[in-house]
């Protein structure tokens, strides 16, 4: 998959409680779809070894991972950090406002 761009969809099914999630990409011979895989838990012992659910080559990680993130954000969910970021640009910007409000009634004087 190094250098093929990750396609991602998130979709609700209208006809059931489910969320569709669809990991793919697609090259000159169409589009690829990852099988469909069943999520299984296994209980781990204190002092057992836990397994990775996912493996994915480092060279396709991050794009891999930006593709989940633009998938959540499609679904309207925004990181709790965007959120908080928002919200001080928010309150910079009106900051901004009272300061110019303050500086050209002075200058009127």
């Given at each position: 998959?190094?250098?093929?761009?990750n396609i991602i969809k998130i979709r609700?099914?209208?006809?059931t409680?489910?969320?569709e999630i669809y990991f793919g990409f697609e090259d000159n011979k169409g589009l690829n779809i990852a099988k469909p895989v069943k999520l299984e838990?296994?209980?781990i012992?204190?002092?057992?070894?836990?397994?990775p659910?996912?493996?994915?080559?480092r060279g396709v990680a991050s794009n891999f991972l930006e593709a989940i993130l633009g998938a959540i954000e499609d679904q309207g969910i925004k990181p709790e950090s965007t959120s908080k970021t928002e919200g001080l640009l928010e309150a910079t910007k009106y900051h901004?406002?009272?300061m110019r409000k303050i500086v050209f009634n002075k200058e009127k004087e």
């Open positions: 998959m190094l250098g093929r761009e609700q099914n209208p006809f409680d489910e969320l838990y296994n209980r012992d204190e002092g057992g070894e836990a397994k659910t996912f493996l994915i080559p901004l406002e009272d």
